[in-house]
């Protein structure tokens, strides 16, 4: 590779952690493409070599986003164990932000890979809208078919208070598993 091409790579990678940074939402992987006038499968290449580089770079249903650092007092996570069918994703995530709080991701114990996650990152009605859009656009399926709809989730808000409301009206609806 030439001096010039590696050099344009790395002033690139530079130009996208910055309008990771400095956007409020995620940025979907067109977007950066268009921004960096390269093709997108150039921006998958980048996003990988920026997190080899232990860069904080998310891949979200929504787009890709730059995980800020945040004061530890800002927020508490909670991990919660649901179960519900494919038609009620959205009563849960909707009940979950109406609370106050983020759904950062998903997990499900599969018996030949272990632990599989996937990164949510949804905090309103309308990520939760364009999650559910997406899956039908796609045609993709839950991670949560593979274990009989029994899933984690991440969640995280500003205080104890929005976990356990959130909690509870989970537990109201019958999503929430309990001991």
């Known amino acids: 590779m030439s001096a010039d091409k590696k050099l344009l790579g790395e002033k690139r990678r530079e130009s996208i952690i910055k309008w990771l940074k400095e956007s409020p939402s995620p940025i979907i992987g067109e977007d950066l493409s268009k921004r960096a006038n390269v093709s997108r499968q150039v921006i998958v290449q980048d996003i990988s070599l920026l997190k080899a580089k232990n860069e904080p770079i998310v891949a979200t249903s929504q787009g890709y986003i730059y995980l800020q650092e945040q ?35 998903v997990i499900v114990e599969h018996p030949v890979y272990g632990e599989i996650a996937g990164s949510l990152m949804i905090k309103n009605r309308f990520e939760v809208k364009r999650f559910i859009e997406k899956l039908s656009e796609t045609n993709a399926s839950l991670l949560s078919l593979l274990t009989n709809g029994v899933h984690l989730h991440t969640i995280e808000a500003d205080s104890v208070e929005k976990l356990d409301a959130a909690c509870e009206a989970l537990q109201e609806v019958n999503i929430l598993l309990k001991e």
Do not use: F, M, W, Y
């Open 71 to 105: 004061p530890i007092d800002d927020h508490i996570s909670r991990i919660i164990a649901v179960k519900h069918t494919s038609d009620q994703t959205a009563e849960e995530l909707n009940i979950l932000v109406d609370n106050g709080v983020t759904v950062r991701d």
